[in-house]
T-cell receptor, first 109, second 111 residues
Framework: KNEVEQSPQNLTAQEGEFITINCSYS?????LHWLQQHPGGGIVSLFM???GKKKHGRLIATINIQEKHSSLHITASHPRDSAVYIC???????????FGSGTQLTVLP | DVKVTQSSRYLVKRTGEKVFLECVQD?????MFWYRQDPGLGLRLIYF???????EKGDIPEGYSVSREKKERFSLILESASTNQTSMYLC??????????FGPGTRLTVT
């Protein structure tokens, strides 16, 4: 079973700062997901990637397959980015996703 | 847009009660999942279903059962609720690719 480690567990930033959240996993995968969970519980899928880099607005996700590592970057952070960010890795089907324990991000105005 | 709904956002039940959590998706997805989420542990898969009346145990099925009589609806049943089942329960659905759509979650408290 894949082990997924996220760092940091908690992150507090000032509005406008560049933020990086890291995810490492132990076993080869077919896809890695970044998810966002706002207070109240609902989870939204941000990215699914298997190589390289993806960008959506101020969010950028990168993955290095050889190093078994992914990063989620947020540029020009805003208080509305405050949420838990979860990394999940999979080996083919949604059944086989393993989730990290999440990074709690707080962006202060 | 895919919509996954759960029957309750908050639920308080007593030890020993039978509890039903319902999940409905509107995109004709084959796969549906029940997870629980606890601080520091991440999401853990309880059960999943890949078709009507088909189910498989996840990583932590003990104390739970499921029912999928219709494609759009997947129910999680706590036969006899216990305090260690106090948690956030999240339902999700997917088509034949590893991308999940989550419901809003049900925060269950068992007293």
């Amino acid at each position: 079973k894949n082990e997924v480690e996220q760092s940091p567990q908690n992150l507090t930033a000032q509005e406008g700062e560049f933020i990086t959240i890291n995810c490492s996993y132990s076993v080869g995968i077919s896809a890695l997901h970044w998810l966002q969970q706002h207070p109240g519980g609902g989870i939204v899928s941000l990215f699914m990637l298997s190589s390289g880099k993806k960008k959506h607005g101020r969010l950028i996700a990168t993955i290095n397959i050889q190093e078994k590592h992914s990063s989620l970057h947020i540029t020009a952070s805003h208080p509305r980015d405050s949420a838990v960010y979860i990394c999940a890795v999979g080996s083919g089907s949604a059944r086989q996703l393993t989730f990290g324990s999440g990074t709690q991000l707080t962006v202060l105005p | 847009d895919v919509k996954v709904t759960q029957s309750s956002r908050y639920l308080v039940k007593r030890t020993g009660e039978k509890v039903f959590l319902e999940c409905v998706q509107d995109m004709d997805h084959e796969n549906m999942f029940w997870y629980r989420q606890d601080p520091g542990l991440g999401l853990r898969l309880i059960y999943f279903s890949y078709d009507v009346k088909m189910k498989e145990k996840g990583d932590i099925p003990e104390g739970y059962s499921v029912s999928r009589e219709k494609k759009e609806r997947f129910s999680l049943i706590l036969e006899s609720a216990s305090t260690n089942q106090t948690s956030m329960y999240l339902c999700a659905s997917s088509f034949y690719r590893p991308s999940l759509y989550f419901g809003p979650g049900t925060r269950l408290t068992v007293t």
